[in-house]
């Protein structure tokens, strides 16, 4: 089975909008967050798409996609974790009780944020994920790449041609991803940044699959005056 997770813990400190999360932002005509959704919810591999958000703003998703989306069972709103992966593991949870666990589980797994995802996008990370334990979505570094060991000085300048910049959606075996997840130390768990570092610092390859420039997440409020335009441009059709 094959289940769409949607990432829409962020609060949108960085947005400086004290009102609402950023995902419940209007581009367009709708929240970001219900143009997300609407990406994956026309694909019919997906057995259900699991959106996972902060408890006070549970009730108010499940409002918005009856609004939006009519009476769907194919869209389920929980509550999220605390981090970015255990949110993961939330969503993991409800299929293991729902539907059992196997090693041909799928999760693919999208911040809520990017609504500029394209149909191909999915289509390939779904392809992969089914051959692959783990995928990543990347477009190559454009801008030069420098590491800082102490943030006041250069310490390296890696080669850009080896460099990407991640995206999502990333894809993984659930099954391979909570075992591992769990078998990490508080330690490594308190420098995650994604799913992908998991497989990476468990010593496991992730597939790489090429993203698009315009499937930008929406973070700043510049990046609203860019998601309106590519609206515009018709990029949301893709």
């Avoid at 591992?180 to 995650?192: F, R, T």
């Avoid at 994604?194 to 090429?210: R, T, W, Y």
Wanted: contains cysteine.
């Amino acid at each position: 089975m094959v289940f769409g997770v949607i990432l829409a813990g962020g609060i949108g400190s960085r947005m400086g909008n004290a009102e609402k999360p950023k995902q419940y932002i209007k581009i367009g005509d709708k929240p970001i967050i219900i143009h997300t959704i609407e990406k994956f919810y026309v694909h019919d591999a997906f057995e259900k798409l699991i959106v996972l958000c902060p408890k006070q703003w549970v009730e108010h998703t499940r409002n918005l996609v009856r609004q939006y989306m009519g009476d769907t069972d194919r869209v389920v709103v929980l509550e999220g974790g605390e981090t970015r992966n255990e949110t993961i593991m939330n969503s993991i949870r409800y299929i293991e009780e729902g539907y059992g666990l196997d090693d041909d589980t799928l999760l693919v797994t999208h911040d809520s944020v990017r609504p500029f995802l394209t149909h191909r996008i999915i289509e390939e990370n779904i392809e992969y994920g089914q051959k692959y334990d783990a995928v990543d979505t990347v477009i190559p570094a454009t801008d030069t790449i420098v590491a800082s060991e102490n943030g006041e000085i250069i310490s390296d300048v890696p080669d850009r041609s080896k460099m990407y910049q991640g995206q999502t959606p990333q894809t993984f075996r659930a099954k391979k991803l909570k075992d591992l997840y769990y078998s990490l130390s508080d330690e490594e768990k308190g420098i995650l940044t994604d799913a992908s570092k998991i497989f990476v610092m468990k010593g496991e390859k992730v597939h790489l699959v090429q993203g698009e420039v315009f499937n930008i997440k929406i973070t700043y409020p510049y990046d609203l005056r860019v998601a309106e335009s590519l609206i515009r441009n018709g990029e949301m059709d893709k």
